[in-house]
């Protein structure tokens, strides 16, 4: 999968040219819009990189379902 997301130009590590200036746009309209943050989420500044790291090698499947698990809430 990194492969992948390698070829269409998507990195999930720090690249050596930096961020293109269409994702810099793009994250700070996101950044001014009001975000609202789950208590315990992996998706706080403090552990983005963190949790980057932690799905990189993994494959398309676990990928989606590890990161599913961040963003949908639970049925609870």
Same mark, same amino acid.
């Given at each position: 999968?990194?492969? #992948? %997301? @390698? +070829? !269409?130009?998507?990195?999930?590590?720090?690249?050596?040219?930096?961020?293109?200036?269409?994702?810099?746009?793009?994250?700070?309209? #996101? %950044? @001014? +819009? !009001?975000?609202?943050?789950?208590?315990?989420?992996?998706?706080?500044?403090?552990?983005?990189?963190?949790?980057?790291?932690?799905?990189?090698?993994?494959?398309?499947?676990?990928?989606?379902?590890?990161?599913?698990?961040?963003?949908?809430?639970?049925?609870?």
């Amino acid at each position: 999968y990194t492969i #992948l %997301l @390698e +070829a !269409k130009g998507s990195f999930m590590r720090k690249w050596e040219l930096g961020i293109a200036d269409a994702s810099k746009a793009i994250c700070r309209t #996101l %950044l @001014e +819009a !009001k975000q609202m943050v789950p208590k315990d989420s992996l998706f706080k500044d403090d552990v983005f990189d963190e949790t980057c790291e932690m799905v990189q090698d993994r494959n398309y499947v676990k990928v989606i379902k590890d990161i599913a698990r961040l963003i949908i809430p639970s049925a609870r």
